[in-house]
Each structure stands twice: as structure tokens, then as C-alpha cells.
């Protein structure tokens, strides 16, 4: 049997998709970006950035549409300040910051990946081995607060504090097989145990054709983040949604997901 890769493996995959490395600056060429539709501000976006040039000087909160897109960091142009917090809601996000430098005029909001609405992302393809690798920056979050918090240091799927709340991914699965499923979560202390559930459904049909019961492990922080192979699925091809929702909470919350991996199992010999 295939196991999932060795966790320090795959959080290299992860990193690369979620940030960027150090050596990657600015894209040149910006694109307007309406969606940000504030009063005093002028937005464009990048290949893996967002710029917000404040118009309004009085200006110390705004908000932004919520992205599919793990955020790096939020600075001010030209300067290293970066005393811009980040408040993740729902459908949008909301920039905050006390002062800014003098004569800054612009925040720079850089991305591990490009900056897309969730309107814009296309169903997840497979990587060069066969297996899927879903982020939290890719996920429907659906519910009573469930949302996806983008600062570097959570990137996750969080506030799963409803029952009925769940958070899903499309994929497209281009060849039918068998995958080991492995989450990569976390829980705080005194919140483990709850019981949750991956189910995966044809699009077309919305019928669960695989589906994973698991009890939740406690971590010790909802940020303390450990991959867990949990069970084993038979996958048909074409589109389909993988979701993650609770059955029984134990406590407040249910966890953090920062990602789930779906790890191609060899073909049976014949």
C-alpha cells in the first residue's frame, strides 16, 4: 500500500503553492482591479499582488473582496513598515493601520499564487504524479462564521464553530483510481474529539459516491497543524466536490484545515 508523503514533503509542496519565495519581486505589469470599489482608493492587481494607492488621506480602514490566495505579507510601497493588520470576514477582508509612513501612498498586498476571486479559480487538476493537493485558499467556506483567514502564519480554513457549516473543493479528476486521503489539520486544546466527515460526490449528481468518517486530533493550538492519513476512497473520473462538514461537535469548535491530499494508489496487479 501507498502511504501519503512524509509531512516535511509535502509542506514544501504546500509552501510553493500558498507562498512565494523570497527572490520573487513584483509583477510589472498591473491590471485594474474593480472589485475593490472604495471611495478614496485605486486598486490593480498583479500576477501575485494587489495594490490599493490610497487617495484619501484620512483613510485608515478599507475593505477588500475575500481571494483565493494565500497572503504573504500587506506593506507599504517602498518602505519595509508592514503595520497593516489583516481581518478576514466571510466575503471580504478588512485592512486596518494606525499611521502610515510618510509619503506612503500605496499598500502592496503580495500573494503565494495569483489573486483570484473565487468566481475566477477553475476545479483543481491533478499534479504530475496523479495525486490532488487541495488548499484552504481554494475552499467554499459555507456556514454560521467558517471562512478562509489568509494571513501567513493561519492560512486556513477556520471559525468552524457551526454545525451545519463546511467547507468543499472542486476537482477535476481526470483519471479514475483509488487515493489515500490525508488532512492536514489542527485543533486547540480541549477541543479534539468532535466527529467530521469527507464526503465525494459527482457534480453532475450531487450523490456521495466515496465518503470518510474521522474523529478530529487535538494539536494543542487550532495553528499547530499535523497530517493525518484517514482512510482510502475509489474516485470515478470527472468533476467532482469533496466536502468536509461535522456530525457531532465535541466542544466550540471542530478545527482548523489547512489542506487535504488525495495520494494516487498503484492499480491493483493483474
Known amino acids: 500500500m501507498r502511504f501519503v508523503t512524509p509531512s516535511f514533503l509535502l509542506l514544501a509542496i504546500l509552501l510553493a503553492i500558498s507562498t512565494t519565495t523570497s527572490g520573487i519581486s513584483r509583477a510589472d505589469e498591473l491590471e485594474p482591479f474593480t472589485p475593490v470599489d472604495s471611495a478614496g482608493v485605486s486598486a490593480s492587481r498583479g500576477e501575485l499582488t494587489v495594490e490599493l494607492k490610497l487617495t484619501d488621506v484620512k483613510l485608515k480602514t478599507l475593505n477588500i473582496p475575500r481571494l483565493s490566495a494565500a497572503l504573504r505579507k500587506a506593506t507599504w510601497e517602498g518602505t519595509k513598515q508592514s503595520n497593516i493588520s489583516v481581518r478576514p470576514e466571510q466575503e471580504y477582508w478588512v485592512l486596518k493601520w494606525s499611521n502610515r509612513p510618510e509619503g506612503a501612498d500605496t499598500i502592496v498586498m503580495t500573494f503565494g499564487s495569483k489573486p483570484l476571486l473565487p468566481s475566477e479559480t477553475k476545479p483543481i487538476t491533478s499534479q504530475t504524479d496523479g495525486c490532488y493537493l487541495l488548499p484552504a485558499h481554494m475552499a467554499n467556506a ?66 456521495a459516491n466515496a465518503v470518510v468518517d474521522f474523529q478530529v486530533l487535538e494539536t494543542g493550538h487550532f495553528q499547530n497543524f499535523q497530517w493525518r492519513t484517514i ?3 475509489d474516485l470515478d473520473a470527472g468533476l467532482q466536490e469533496l466536502k468536509i462538514e461535522p456530525v457531532k461537535l465535541a466542544n466550540k469548535a471542530l478545527m482548523d484545515v489547512r489542506a487535504v491530499h488525495l495520494v494516487r494508489l498503484p492499480p491493483p496487479k493483474k
Open 142 to 207: 459555507k456556514g454560521e462564521k467558517i471562512r478562509y483567514e489568509p494571513q501567513s502564519y493561519k492560512n486556513t480554513v477556520g471559525y468552524w464553530v457551526g454545525k451545519n457549516d463546511f467547507a468543499s473543493w472542486n476537482i477535476n479528476v481526470e483519471t479514475a483510481g483509488k487515493f489515500n486521503v490525508a488532512i492536514l489539520q489542527g485543533c486547540g486544546k480541549g477541543q479534539g474529539g468532535s466527529d467530521a466527515r469527507i464526503s465525494i460526490s459527482s457534480v453532475e449528481s450531487e450523490q
Open 231 to 233: 482512510g482510502v476512497v
